[in-house]
């Protein structure tokens, strides 16, 4: 290809070969890339980028990826989990000369040692395996090794004469179904007439994003009208109670809130209630400065941000809990320009498969920069099966842009992914199309990303319960129509709960940004609204939403366990926290607060709107009356 070449003998061995995760040690090969990188970084400083192979092996790009984050290198992995046929017939079309040199799978024997996939005939026996017996075509699996002999990259092309190799067995003699490729001369470089000096390629990428458009093609309206109907728009906009509605009711029925302005956790047990919390789900109340009593004079919002999450490990560690158990964060910034500070000051916190996050930025009362609400799983930690990181640049899905895993089980039935941005994978920017909207780009992009991470997690759009939705001004109401024909196309009945919510700014300037929670069962999840006209209206409003989240209780045969609390305008903090804490009982919901910019309630724009999103003790989530305040 006329690149320079830069070698270095392998000295270590594969380790912890049943493992994805990595951690440097001693004699690992993968030390030995650490250093051949180091090697190429010292002799080429303007190296940015390493490109992986990697299709389907999470051992391969979990490792690359390793290693490129300690020397501060993005991963290129174009080829991560497209789909092996169509890769299969790409590379034949493009002309790779891809060479068999070892097989290790039924169907494959020494008489297919040395051929192509260019040959008709053997690249039919490879689909055929395929189709017949699962094998994976491209040899993920370990069914096939090949060398390419030649591309539409290289200058010079290889040529092995014949007589210059030979097909043997395996030399350990204890695989009889395996056989190598032996090399007894040295290959031949052989120039190729008429080589282009620039590598000539269909732009698959451009502004109409063809290779997107063919595998997941953006809404259109008359899709849209097909898979929506005028009753499904229960699905986001829920009969509200107003103030008028309730009358002067006062606080008639509420208890003593008995201290709920501190910082609370509660335990969400998984099966039926006990006394004890081990096998508990958890979740936190607001946790920002003034919850942790923490002072509100900081230098900045990362000091901030730093300085809570320490408080918060203390906190959690009174309840034998610790940040690893965390596999959910929701993450509220006053000013998103600070966002890579913030970034960097909880990225100290969460090392290993960090949990799924939602970043937006809210108008936090004064003196508050970073709020944080957490759920946190039964058990220590995150394994490779629980969370799913991948930080290569792909066009498979949006590669995590900071220090958050794409989704993580808390439960065996219970899934949360991360807020999900409508980026270009491959180019991890905000995309421009002319025949569709921003929003509608963005959303489509967004949509095709999350699929693609549900389903490496074993679920799908059919499992969404709920579905919180984060726009910035110009973007209304209705694009939770199309949020749910993209749902409806693999899942045509689904009737998920859809939150919408209206905030200052997003991540990356981006106009939508989406969440969920799946389940394979009742989620236990459910949402009242209301509006006031005054803030005196405010006591009545709360009581009336605790009332009908009660009633939805009674209707699941559960209990109220969580309370997130979105509300406008932001200066009605305040209010709404007296309001709502003083019909908290002291073994009440853990409350969290999050004030946006608009609700876009059914109905009239009252000067007060709020939404309460209760999660209640159902098939899988009891809850315990275990408080920490602080």
Known sequence: MGLPLVRRCIAGAPKRLDSAEYAPEEGDEVEDLTLLLQDVLQAFPGVEAVSCGAILSDYQRCRVEHVCGRLKLKVLAFLWRQEQPLLLRQMIAGGLDARIVKVACMGLDQRHIGRSI?????????????????????????????AVFDAPLYRERLALPEGAWEAISHPSGDADDVALMAIREVPKREEKEDVPSEPQFEDYTGSHLKYYRETYPPMTRERIDELISPQDSSCWQRCSSTAAEIGHQGGAGASDAGGAGGAALRSLRSGAAASSAPGALWATSSLDVRAMQLGSSWESAAAECDALLMA??????????????????????????????????????????????????TPLPPGVQVRLRLLLRPHEGASARDALRVQSISTWAMACIGPYSQAQRLAPDLLCSSGVLGLVPHSMALPKVEDLTQAQAELWLLMRSLLAVLQVMG?????????????????????????????????????????????????????????????????????AEASAERPSQLPALAQQLRCMLEREAQDIGGSLAALQVQFCPADAESAIQDAMQAIAATDGPALSYMPVSQLHLAGREPTLQLRCIGRFSDVFLVKEANDVHV
């Open 118 to 146: 260019l040959e008709s005939n053997f690249a039919a026996h490879l689909f055929g395996l395929g189709q017949k017996w699962g094998v994976h075509v491209c040899g993920e699996g370990g069914e096939y090794e090949s």
């Open 312 to 361: 918060i490990v203390e906190w959690l560690a009174l309840k034998s809990r610790h940040l690893k158990d965390v596999a959910f964060a929701e993450v509220q910034v006053r000013d998103l320009s600070c966002f890579e500070e913030v970034n960097a000051a909880y990225a100290k916190h969460f090392v290993e498969n960090p949990p799924a996050r939602v970043c937006i930025e």
């Open 459 to 527: 679920s799908g759009f059919q499992e969404v319960s709920l579905a919180q939705v984060y726009v910035t001004a110009g973007v209304g109401l209705e694009i939770c129509q199309e949020v749910l024909a993209y749902f409806r196309q693999t899942a045509p009945e689904l009737m998920p709960l859809i939150s919408f919510a209206e905030v200052p700014r997003l991540p990356k300037g981006g106009c939508v940004e989406i969440t969920v929670m799946c389940s394979s069962d009742s989620l236990g999840i459910r949402i």
